[in-house]
């Protein structure tokens, strides 16, 4: 009789240790990051497929790297206004007003297209030598001396609106691996391609850090994924879809943007 007594309050006890520590260990809190992702075709996923109906010719694709960042992390709420050919002006003119004062975390690409990307692109390919690396000097020198006024309309728009948010600021991957045997441009232009984005993220990294933001530098992780490359992540020209040319595939959003932003990002 003592010995079930005994049993029958042990197991009680138990009971209510087991419930009292299932009672102390919270639920997981729910998110309260609120993002919105804004930018150009590099922000929308353009190249990367599978592209939302709603977004029409902005191209916003479920494989770009805001979107598959809020897939994996379920903020309290998200929005992509991103759009294939934006610029710093575009942005500020329609994408700032996505913001709010109670936007947690943004994500911001842009500033290709003011310098002409485009059109860079395009003369080095219809062109010779010559014309593309005096294109891409072109560019260089508007990076350097219209691009920073630019961009700080744009990143003290976006201090305005969202005065407590997280700033992301997120740069473009150098094109090519050099030194290997590749059809198409010259050597001497691939190479004058590469200064000029790299020379692009030098002016995004200075502006964002004049305003305090994060940078999230994606160069190293397309390294050995570039055009010329054995295994690229970046469209080569495609005369059949000429949007895509030199965008990421899925593969570069996965693997070469999204771990940047969320390294920065948290």
């Known amino acids: 009789m003592r010995r079930s007594r005994l049993v029958t309050i042990l197991a009680s006890a138990t009971a209510a240790v087991f419930a009292s520590l299932v009672l102390a260990v919270p639920a997981q809190a729910a998110s309260t990051v609120r993002y919105v992702a804004l930018g150009d075709s590099y922000a929308s996923g353009v190249g990367a497929g599978s592209y939302t109906s709603e977004s029409g010719t902005c191209k916003r694709s479920t494989n770009a790297y805001p979107a598959l960042w809020a897939a994996a992390k379920a903020p309290a709420s998200y929005k992509s206004?991103?759009?294939?050919?934006?610029?710093?002006?575009?942005?500020?003119n329609t994408q700032l007003s996505a913001l709010a004062t109670n936007t947690t975390l943004v994500s911001i690409t842009v500033g290709g297209n003011d310098v002409g990307f485009a059109n860079i692109m395009t003369t080095c390919v219809l062109k010779g030598t010559t014309e593309c690396v005096a294109a891409v000097q072109a560019a260089q020198n508007k990076a350097t001396t219209e691009l920073p006024g630019l961009l700080d309309k744009v990143y003290s728009g976006i201090k305005s609106r969202s005065p407590s948010a997280k700033v992301v600021v997120?740069?473009?991957?150098?094109?090519?691996?050099?030194?290997?045997?590749?059809?198409?441009?010259?050597?001497?232009?691939?190479?004058?391609?590469n200064e000029g984005i790299n020379i692009l993220d030098g002016v995004l990294i200075k502006a964002a850090a004049r305003h305090g933001f994060k940078f999230a530098d994606v160069r190293a992780n397309f390294v050995?994924?570039?055009?010329?490359?054995?295994?690229?992540?970046?469209?080569?020209?495609?005369?059949?879809?000429?949007?895509?040319?030199?965008?990421?595939?899925?593969?570069?959003?996965?693997?070469?943007?999204?771990?940047?932003?969320?390294?920065?990002?948290?």
Do not use: M
Not at 172 to 184: A, I, S
Not at 256 to 266: I, N, Q, T, V, W
């Open 224 to 266: 050995g994924h570039q055009l010329c490359s054995g295994d690229k992540w970046l469209h080569a020209l495609n005369f059949a879809d000429i949007g895509i040319s030199y965008h990421p595939f899925a593969t570069g959003q996965s693997g070469g943007y999204l771990p940047a932003f969320r390294a920065a990002a948290g």
């Open 170 to 193: 997120v740069g473009y991957p150098v094109f090519y691996e050099l030194g290997k045997v590749c059809v198409g441009l010259s050597e001497t232009s691939r190479a004058k391609i």
């Open 81 to 92: 206004v991103a759009c294939s050919g934006a610029t710093t002006t575009s942005v500020v």
